[in-house]
């Protein structure tokens, strides 16, 4: 990973295709949540405030200019997979990981001591997290 997507950002270094873009959060962005989680933490099952949670996804968004809100999970260290191209999924899927297949949706997988993992198609018609 390098420099430069955004500031407190991550960005791939591999090449990405056109169609495809991934980040990696760090504790360098300025957040809402205070306390032992002070900065901005997106994970809602570390008994932060809901609110301030809120408001760090909702940066998220409009830090990386993302056209929707990224699927949340509850990941909870299983093998389950979420399609998330499916119209039926609940709000944040039991999970650990996700997979897509369409244009515009935005993957995300929330880590502490575990690496993210980001895999794509190499035309970018499919992606993982």
Not at 46 to 67: E, F, Q, S
Not at 92 to 99: I, K, L, R, S
Request: hydrophobic share 50%; with cysteine.
């Amino acid at each position: 990973m390098g420099l430069g997507i955004a500031r407190g950002c991550l960005a791939p270094s591999w090449r990405v295709p056109a169609r495809v873009r991934a980040a990696v959060t760090t504790r360098h962005i300025a957040g809402a949540s205070q306390g032992p989680h002070a900065g901005f933490n997106l994970g809602t099952r570390c008994g932060d405030d809901a609110l301030a949670v809120a408001w760090n996804r909702g940066a998220l968004v409009r830090l990386l200019a993302l056209p929707r809100g990224p699927l949340w999970l509850q990941q909870v260290h299983g093998c389950a997979v979420a399609d998330a191209d499916r119209d039926d999924l609940p709000d944040e899927p039991v999970a650990d990981a996700a997979v897509s297949h369409r244009a515009g949706v935005v993957l995300a997988v929330l880590t502490a001591d575990c690496l993210p993992v980001l895999l794509c198609a190499d035309d970018g018609s499919a992606v993982g997290a």
